[in-house]
């Protein structure tokens, strides 16, 4: 897949709005201020494709980015405090269109800040994913802000949590310094292989 081959589509705000689902979708789904704007930044080698919101909760929008011949598409960060409820309601709607809606979702990259325990909106989330089986890896971001003598225990500490839920991989990534973007890179392009059928 040619990461360099990317643009951004356009931001929906309504669950009508969505376009249709012609190639296979990549999902990202994070916290607020998480990292996930960064992360798609770096996985496609471009400082600018994904905007980095200066404002955590500001973006209540799906965003769509071709990428090659996949879309990714970003979900908007949840577990925002200063939210109103009706905003709230809306992302909720927004989502659960997204997901209800037959598209051809291959994998969702599910962030989580590796520094922190998952929150209780993390929680909820990898509950929501386990009861639709979203199939799903994790992206432990901010990764360049441990220790190298913490990173394979903590590591090991979300494979642990995660695991429940069903989540096919945990990754360890960098935004800053590139780690772990050629094994998330790898684990992308393995759920766009079609399983050859018996």
Same mark, same amino acid.
């Given at each position: 897949m040619? #990461? ?37 930044? %770096? ?21 769509? #980015?071709?990428?090659?011949?996949a #879309? ?5 960060g ?11 309601? $809306? ?23 590796s ?15 386990? #009861?639709? $089986? ?12 441990? %220790? %190298? ?8 500490e ?15 990534t ?25």
């Amino acid at each position: 897949m040619n #990461y360099n081959n990317s643009e951004f589509l356009a931001s929906y705000g309504l669950s009508r709005q969505l376009p249709d689902s012609d190639r296979p979708e990549i999902v990202f789904s994070g916290r607020s201020n998480v990292g996930k704007s960064s992360l798609i930044n %770096k996985l496609c080698n471009r400082k600018k494709l994904a905007r980095v919101s200066a404002t955590p909760g500001k973006t209540a929008t799906i965003n769509f #980015y071709r990428v090659d011949t996949a #879309y990714f598409v970003d979900l908007p960060g949840y577990g925002y405090a200063k939210v109103s409820n009706a905003e709230r309601e $809306r992302w909720d709607d927004l989502i659960n269109s997204y997901f209800e809606a037959d598209r051809a979702v291959c994998l969702l990259v599910q962030l989580l800040d590796s520094r922190h325990a998952p929150s209780a909106d993390d929680v909820q989330m990898l509950e929501y994913l386990h #009861y639709h $089986r979203i199939p799903f890896v994790a992206a432990l971001t901010k990764g360049d802000k441990l %220790k %190298k003598s913490e990173m394979a225990a903590r590591k090991e500490e979300f494979e642990k949590i995660c695991a429940p839920y069903g989540c096919q991989g945990v990754v360890l990534t960098s935004a800053e310094n590139g780690l772990g973007m050629d094994e998330l890179r790898t684990l992308l392009e393995g759920s766009m292989t079609p399983e050859t059928e018996d």
